[in-house]
């Protein structure tokens, strides 16, 4: 299983990009990167996923490198409301997907 | 479209006691997952599912009983409750698939249980 190493906190003022990276040295050929959000009082919930390059949806962006050893979420313009934990998580579905392990995430806080 | 839903959203427990937490969903999914999530910790599995029939431990076991009768359903049984099981408990899902290349498994989380033994 792909350990994964990210910020323990980070702070931004709101308008800004933020830029969350996450290490995962030991990425296997089949593991999928995906993000998730946490609110306080509420569970994870998905924000994006990626295998390579580049994903975007409505919420966020994902940049992959070549070599797939650490990723970077991008929430465009943030608002108060982004403030959060945010977990990066490797794996892959199938057999042993249900091994997905959360660490303490990244707690960002936005300010006005 | 409920998702993920558990009973009781709050419980308080004397040390000793036994309880059930409820947890459904309406996804077909056929992996489900009990977490347990202490203050300012990550999650942590306690016991997982991937299908009717079928459960076996996580990475915190000790203390808790699981069952898997349906697809829907996911109940976790906590027996002679102890203060150290006071925790936010959440209850998940997700659809995996076994073929190669599938993506990425994506979990689908209930809002919590917030459990206290006193």
């Known amino acids: 299983l792909a350990k994964t190493t990210q910020p323990i906190s980070m702070d931004s003022y709101e308008g800004q990009e933020v830029n969350i990276t996450c290490s995962h040295n030991?990425?296997?050929?089949?593991?999928?990167i995906t993000w998730y959000q946490q609110f306080p009082s509420q569970g994870p919930r998905f924000i994006i996923q990626?295998?390579?390059t580049k994903v975007t949806n409505e919420v966020a962006s994902l940049f992959i490198p070549a070599d797939r050893k650490s990723s970077t979420l991008s929430l465009p313009r943030v608002s108060l409301s982004d403030t959060a934990v945010y977990y990066c998580?490797?794996?892959?579905?199938?057999?042993?997907?249900?091994?997905?392990?959360f660490g303490k995430g990244t707690k960002l806080s936005v300010i006005p | 479209n409920a998702g993920v839903t558990q009973t009781p959203k709050f419980r308080i427990l004397k040390i000793g006691q036994s309880m059930t937490l409820q947890c459904t969903q309406d996804m077909n999914h056929n992996y489900m997952y009990w977490y347990r999530q202490d203050p300012g910790m990550g999650l942590k599995l306690i016991y997982y599912?991937?299908?009717?029939?079928?459960?076996d431990k996580g990475e915190v076991p000790n203390g808790y009983n699981v069952s898997r009768s349906t697809t829907e359903d996911f109940p976790l049984r906590l027996e002679l409750a102890a203060p150290s099981q006071t925790s936010v408990y959440f209850c998940?899902?997700?659809?995996?698939?076994?073929?190669?290349?599938?993506?990425?498994?994506?979990?689908?989380f209930g809002e919590g249980s917030w459990l206290t033994v006193v």
């Open positions: 998940a899902s997700s659809y995996s698939r076994s073929r190669q290349g599938a993506g990425g498994n994506t979990i689908y």
């Open positions: 998580l490797v794996g892959r579905s199938g057999a042993g997907s249900y091994q997905l392990t």
């Open positions: 599912s991937v299908g009717a029939g079928i459960t």
């Open positions: 030991n990425i296997a050929t089949n593991d999928y």
């Open positions: 990626g295998y390579k």
